[in-house]
């Protein structure tokens, strides 16, 4: 019984003690990315995401922030529904536009300052530490 309870607590322990395979572990709950190119357009208007903790992601754009999560491990990406606020703005033309690249998005890497999200179909979302 002992030994069993052991094995069950070292096992427990372990678990606890993984590390963070998503984007999450490499980038930071305190970075703070700005979007700098959407599909090879450059990007003039705030757009921000965050990691702000394990399998979470967050950011602001044009009008509205925004909420998700994101489970996959590096290089994936994956981020199911997206929860947003609701209000109008001029940008909304480009808030749609950037939900639905962002949404698209299945690879995600990180190169110094800078974070690239891509797909297959050639869609590229670029970053910038801020």
Request: glycine share 10%; net charge negative; charged share 20%.
């Amino acid at each position: 019984m002992k030994i069993l309870f052991a094995s069950l607590a070292f096992a427990l322990s372990l678990s606890t003690c993984q590390k963070d395979e998503t984007i999450s572990g490499v980038s930071g709950p305190d970075v703070q990315w700005q979007l700098v190119r959407l599909n090879g357009e450059a990007v003039e208007t705030p757009i921000t995401l965050t990691f702000p903790e394990k399998g979470r992601l967050a950011g602001q754009a044009p009008c509205n922030s925004y909420f998700g999560e994101q489970t996959a491990p590096l290089p994936w990406f994956e981020t199911g529904a997206i929860g947003a606020t609701r209000r109008a703005c001029p940008e909304m033309e480009l808030e749609g536009r950037y939900f639905k690249a962002f949404s698209d998005m299945t690879m995600i890497e990180r190169k110094g300052d800078t974070l690239l999200l891509t797909n297959d179909s050639g869609g590229l979302l670029e970053y910038r530490l801020q």
